[in-house]
Every structure is written in structure tokens, then in C-alpha cells.
């Protein structure tokens, strides 16, 4: 398989030419247009002076060949130290602004890669792995910040070698006409690791987004892994993920290093022609010995920074590399597409299906040809088998994935004329596991309301089991959920994420219930949360508690994505169709009469 095997670029990811790159990181860069010309004006004096440095040292030797006092000497040595000290200091004033300039410029690129994650559908981070994703948004924003600063570096050792090539045409035009002769020769070999070192740094952050992904996934799952005692198997799986990145940033390694000894054996070998042929020429009359040494001097000024450039190379292709990872982030196209994006006004919440047809993958429908209509204020408990199209009928109003045909509207306006932040604002949503983040207890609550009060809170609380709930919290609403909610129960949990969305008051209320098994005085309570919900919306339930579905006002039994009964719960259970089947099979047993008579039945054994 080799060592690339598994590292194949993401859907989204695309190709960029250098030119393309080069143009949209100048125009990030457009913004810091003031420190660009400072950095320029520090970058050309920088240049000037370490050009310049070889002339100085030459004239200073001619210099004291011929008046070789001691006042002299200390004084040609005071200059170069000077020379030193202003160049440190010039060079130290640039670099402090050309990271700030860097920093900002990154800070936004990285805001403006998050921005589109966070815009991305559901649907996208059921294809791609969400450790990928943070691996762009961070490891490679940050490659991408020393890309900026090694092509400064490389500007300004250019800006070098080009006033250094005058003064080489000045001293000794034959020799320099040699010296550029042999540029090409340079250019060839380093232009050969182009494309390799492209292609090998690429697979190199790939691999190490593997590795951000894998440790994600397994910490994530920690509990479910020691529940199991699985600890060795996530260890392995972890395991594996980094010495693959290690083989191939191993092999990464090995082929930028060849950069560095090619460049120095030319280089070498510049200097050794250069020697020979100046050698010869001094010896024939044809150049005078300090001329030639004023060459050599100015050569290796020269050679250095072209010999950097393509050494420096194989870094820009890395910066690159993640420059590319980072815009096809922010370039991917999103899945759900918005037609127009009108101000969404308070909805009444009717919603309706007309003909629409949905598949999450093209071979495998789930909704053909369906149609629903929901009047305002109904709810609606949808029930059936895995599969059968519950949730993609909620995710759909949800407008978390895009239907393939159809039409889908609200209030009688088509879903994809909505601004979606408006829209949103106007829904209320509850996952089969709810999602706490760490904090508090009120931080939750106040997700999508920051401005609620506390009293307005309490007073919430309050209607739901007279607030008990509330008080078996240990500080109550400023207790600490912990990571995921961790620390509360998964009837806690249900309470907070129910309060979060009675705070907000919706318009479309969509609840995926959990399955999880739950004390009676703890289900009195999310069902008084539930009836608060229910009494002022629009409700899609996907509901797996039967006190739930005995309370909507319809229920939809769906098998295979199509409705196949409809009615209330007494209704449904008279035609002794489907509906009595997944009663008697999965809601029958939640029944006070099926307890009571459970119970009877055991006293009587």
C-alpha cells in the first residue's frame, strides 16, 4: 500500500496554482497595506547595508595596505561593528512588523476558516471527519503564518543579490557574465524537488490531521471505550494513526533534506570554477588581485541568497500546501443552497411537503414524491421503524440537509427564500442526546438567549415540577454541567436543553426524543417541559415515549419514507394496523394499565 495509502485529500479539497495562492494571500495582506511598505522600506536598507558590507570590507583592506596605522585598524573595525548593530537592529524592527502584520492576517484567515465551518451543513460533517477540520483551522492557519514570514526573509535576501550583482558586473563583468551562466544549472536541480516537495508536505498535514482526528474520536468516546475496557483498542487505533504520520513525515524529511546538500554541493562547486577562472585571469593580467577578491567576497553574498531561495523552497511549498487546505475549507460548497435570504417575520407555522424527494446518498431515497402538511400550532408525533424517514423529515425543516426535488414551505414561502440565521432564530431543537456545553446549568439555558434574566428563569423553572428538579442540582443554576453535560443525568440534561428552548420561545418546535430509560417523577417533569413547548408551537416529535405520542395531536406512522397511517393515538389502535403493532411491540409496556397489570400478575404468583 505504501506510505500514502489512507491519506487521500478530503471531497472538498481542491488544486490552487502558485499564482492563484499568491494572488488571494495578497489580497489578505491588502488591509496591512501601511506595515507592507514599512516592511519593504526596512527590507531594501537591510539589503543595501549586508550589500554593501563586502565592498566596505574590501576597500577597508585596500585601506590598510597602504596606511596600516593602528588609529586605522580600529577604526575600520568600529565601522563593521557598527555595520552589525544597525543591521541587527534594522532587522529586528522589521521582523516585529511583519509579525504583528502576520498575526493579524492569520487571526483573520483562521476567523474567516472557522466562520465557514461553522456555516457548513450538517451534512458536511457527516462526510468529513471534524479532526481534519480543526487540523485547518489551526495546525495549518499556523504553516501558513511562517509561509509570510520566509518569503519576507527571501525578499529581502533577493533585494540583496540584485544590488550584489551590480557590483559584481562593476568589479569583474566577465566573471559575473560566468556566475549568471551557471544560474540556471541552480534553478534546474532545486525546481526538480518542486513538485515532490509539494506532494510530499500535502500528504505530511494530511497524516497529521489523521492523528488530530483519530485522538478526537477516542477521547470523545473515552467513557463508551472504559465501559468496554477497550483502553489498549483505542490505544492501538491512536497508535497506528501516528506512526503512519511518522512514516510519512519521516519520508516528508528525507526529501527536503536532499534540498540542503544539493545546494551546498553547487554552491561548492560555483566557488571552485570561480577561484580557478579568477585565478587564472589575475595570474594573466587580466583582473587584479583585489578585484578578484572583492568577487569572491561578493559571491558568496550572492550565492547565499539564491541558494536560500530554492533551499527555502521546500518550506514555501509546505506554507503553501496549507494555504490550499485552508481556502478549500473556506471555499467548499455548501450542500444547502439558499435561493434568496429574506427576513424571516414571526412565523405562524405551517409547514408543507409538496412532491419532495431526499436521498443522503443517490442510490438509497429516503422521501419520494412526498407531501405533508402541517397547520400552524399542530403537533405532530411521527412514529416508525429505524429508517423509516422520521428524522430526515425534521432535518429537512431544520434545513440542516437540502432536498433533492419538491418543494418545501413555510407559512406558504419556500424554505430556500429564508436568511437562515433569521430562520433559525425562529426554532427551537432538541437531539435524541442533548448537548451541553461546558459551563453552567444558566449558561446553557441562556445559549440562545444571553439576555435572560435569572428571574425570568426561575419563574420557568418553577412551572416544571414546581422547580424540583432545579433543587437537585448542587448549585442550582450555577452548577457546573461538565464536559458534554457529564455531570448531570440524561434526565437533567433533557430539562436543560427543553428549558433552553421554552427561553426562546419558538415558532417550530422539533424534538428527537431519547430513548434512554428515565425515573416516572423525572418523565412527569420533561413531559410538564414538553406541554409548556407544545402549547404555544408548531411540533414535529419524533417520539419513542408513548405519554408523548398520546399527546400530539396526530400521529404519522411512516415506513420506508412514505405515511402509510395517520390519526390519533385511540384511533390508530381500532384499525389494529401498524400502529397497534409498534404499540403492542415497543409503547405498550410504558402504559399505567400494562404496570398495574404486570404488577397484578406477579402478586398473584
Not at 534546474?188 to 485522538?215: C, L
Not at 541558494?307 to 511549498?317: E, G, K, T, Y
Not at 438509497?364 to 408525533?381: D, K, T, V
Request: aromatic content about 10%.
Amino acid at each position: 500500500m505504501g506510505f500514502f495509502s489512507g491519506l487521500g485529500a478530503e471531497n472538498y479539497d481542491r488544486e490552487y496554482s502558485d499564482r492563484e495562492l499568491t494572488k488571494r494571500i495578497a489580497g489578505g495582506f491588502s488591509v496591512q497595506r501601511k506595515r507592507i511598505i514599512s516592511i519593504s522600506m526596512l527590507v531594501t536598507i537591510v539589503a543595501l547595508i549586508s550589500a554593501a558590507t563586502p565592498i566596505i570590507i574590501s576597500r577597508s583592506l585596500e585601506a590598510l595596505d597602504t596606511r596600516p596605522t593602528m588609529e586605522a585598524t580600529l577604526l575600520i573595525g568600529g565601522g563593521v561593528f557598527m555595520i552589525g548593530v544597525l543591521n541587527w537592529g534594522i532587522n529586528w524592527l522589521r521582523r516585529s512588523i511583519t509579525a504583528r502584520a502576520i498575526g493579524d492576517v492569520v487571526m483573520e484567515l483562521r476567523t474567516s476558516a472557522f466562520r465557514a465551518a461553522a456555516d457548513h451543513d450538517l451534512s458536511f460533517y457527516d462526510k468529513f471527519s471534524s479532526g481534519r477540520i480543526v487540523s485547518r483551522i489551526t495546525s495549518d492557519t499556523k504553516d501558513f503564518g511562517q509561509l509570510v514570514t520566509i518569503v519576507t526573509d527571501v525578499t529581502a535576501q533577493l533585494i540583496q543579490a540584485s544590488i550584489l550583482m551590480v557590483v559584481l558586473f562593476r568589479t569583474e563583468w566577465k566573471l559575473t557574465l560566468l556566475v549568471i551562466a551557471y544560474l540556471p544549472v541552480i534553478f534546474f536541480i532545486t525546481s526538480g524537488f518542486r513538485k515532490m516537495a509539494r506532494k510530499v508536505t500535502r500528504n505530511g498535514m494530511r497524516a497529521m490531521a489523521e492523528v488530530n482526528a483519530t485522538i478526537k474520536e477516542t477521547v470523545s468516546g473515552i467513557s463508551v471505550a472504559k465501559n468496554f475496557r477497550q483502553e489498549m483498542s483505542i490505544f492501538g487505533t491512536f497508535d497506528t494513526a501516528n506512526k503512519d504520520s511518522y512514516r510519512v513525515n519521516v519520508r516528508r524529511g528525507f526529501v527536503l533534506a536532499l534540498v540542503f546538500p544539493a545546494l551546498n554541493a553547487m554552491g561548492g562547486i560555483a566557488t571552485v570554477i570561480m577561484v580557478y577562472v579568477g585565478g587564472w585571469s589575475a595570474a594573466q593580467g587580466g583582473v587584479t588581485a583585489a578585484a578578484w577578491f572583492l568577487f569572491l567576497l561578493s559571491l558568496n553574498h550572492f550565492l547565499f541568497p539564491i541558494m536560500n531561495l530554492s533551499a527555502f523552497w521546500a518550506q514555501i511549498q509546505q506554507g503553501l500546501s496549507a494555504a490550499e487546505r485552508v481556502y478549500a475549507l473556506i471555499d467548499a460548497d455548501p450542500n444547502v443552497i439558499q435561493e434568496d435570504a429574506q427576513e424571516v417575520k414571526q412565523l405562524k407555522g405551517g409547514v408543507r411537503f409538496e412532491k419532495v424527494d431526499f436521498h443522503y446518498i443517490s442510490s438509497e431515497p429516503i422521501l419520494s414524491q412526498f407531501n405533508l402538511l402541517i397547520p400552524p400550532g399542530e403537533n405532530l408525533a411521527l412514529v416508525g421503524h429505524t429508517g423509516a424517514g422520521k428524522s430526515s423529515i425534521a432535518k429537512l425543516i431544520a434545513r440542516f440537509y437540502e432536498f433533492q426535488s419538491g418543494k418545501l414551505t413555510l407559512d406558504g414561502q419556500d424554505i430556500r427564500s429564508f436568511d437562515l440565521t433569521s430562520y433559525h432564530r425562529q426554532l427551537g431543537i432538541v437531539s435524541q442526546v442533548p448537548f451541553l456545553f461546558s459551563g453552567t446549568v444558566a449558561e446553557n439555558i441562556r445559549y440562545a438567549c444571553p439576555n435572560a434574566t435569572e428571574a425570568s428563569m426561575l419563574k420557568m423553572a418553577r412551572k416544571i415540577g414546581d422547580g424540583e428538579w432545579l433543587e437537585t442540582l448542587p448549585n442550582g443554576f450555577d452548577s457546573e454541567v461538565g464536559e458534554r453535560g457529564g455531570r448531570l443525568s440524561m434526565g437533567q440534561r433533557q430539562l436543560v436543553a427543553l428549558m433552553r428552548v421554552l427561553i426562546q420561545n419558538p415558532a417550530i418546535f422539533i424534538l428527537d426524543e431519547a430513548t434512554a430509560s428515565i425515573d416516572p417523577f423525572t418523565e412527569w417533569q420533561i413531559q410538564q417541559a414538553l406541554n409548556l413547548i407544545l402549547e404555544n408551537t408548531t411540533s414535529i416529535l419524533i417520539a419513542h415515549r408513548l405519554s408523548t405520542i398520546k399527546s400530539a395531536d396526530r400521529i404519522l406512522v411512516m415506513e420506508n419514507g412514505g405515511i402509510i397511517e395517520e390519526g390519533d393515538h385511540d384511533n390508530l389502535l381500532a384499525k389494529e394496523g401498524h400502529y397497534a403493532e409498534l404499540y403492542n411491540t415497543y409503547f405498550r409496556h410504558q402504559s399505567l394499565a400494562y404496570v398495574e397489570g404486570a404488577r397484578e400478575f406477579s402478586d398473584g404468583d
